[in-house]
Structures are given as C-alpha cells and as structure tokens.
C-alpha cells in the first residue's frame, strides 16, 4: 500500500473547511425558526402552568370546605341543630360566591385571558 500523498491532505482539508462553512450557513439560516418554535413551546406551557394554577386556586378551598363539612362528626357546627339544614345552604352559598369572587379577580387581573 501507498502512503497517503500530499494532495490528497489539502484535498480532504479544501473539503472539511467547506463542510463547516456549509455547516455554519444551515445553522445561520435555520436557527431564528428553531428559536421561533421553542419560544411557541414555551409560550403554550406557560399557558397551560397558568390555568391548571387557577384551577388549583378554585378548586383546593372548595375541596378543604367540602371535606371539613363533610365529615361525620357530632360536633360539627350545624350538625343536630334546628337550622342545620340552613347551614348546608348556607354555606353552598359562600362556596359559590368563593368561586364567583375569585373568577371576577382573575377576570380583573387578566388572568384568564389566553
């Protein structure tokens, strides 16, 4: 076998320098849509984060209310008393205005908007 001749060094030096240049120009010409795409990516977790964060909001007091209320307990507030049953309503109606309350606050805060 014959040793590698000098030519054939610049020859595979000629064609590594243009494969980086190639490799530099695909890389120029491509990144900003690659940024793009990660940027929309994130912009839709963002989204998502938020409004499972408002669930979270709503729903967490109203299950704490719910599962203190809904205990088998006699002594309980309301529970063997005259007006208990005025109590479930009542309090069916400050879990509502929870709600509504804190849909109005994330209304005004532009949280809601997506």
Same mark, same amino acid.
Not at 28 to 39: F, L
Not at 49 to 78: D, K, Q, W
Not at 86 to 104: D, E, I, K, N, P
């Given at each position: ?12 030096? /000629? ?29 839709? /977790? &963002? ?8 669930? &979270? ?14 205990? &088998? ?30 849909? /109005? ?10």
């Amino acid at each position: 076998a014959t040793p590698p001749s000098i030519g054939s060094c610049s020859t595979f030096s /000629t064609r590594y320098q243009r494969l980086l240049a190639l490799d530099k120009e695909v890389e120029d010409k491509y990144d900003p849509a690659i940024k793009s795409e990660m940027e929309t990516a994130a912009h839709r /977790t &963002n989204d998502m984060v938020r409004l499972l964060t408002l669930l &979270n909001a709503i729903f967490v007091p109203l299950s704490f209310v719910a599962g203190f209320f809904g205990m &088998n307990h006699e002594y309980l507030p309301g529970v063997g008393e005259i007006f208990g049953i005025q109590g479930v309503w009542f309090l069916m109606a400050g879990m509502a205005m929870m709600v509504s309350g804190l849909l /109005t606050w994330f209304d005004k805060s532009g949280w809601l908007a997506m």
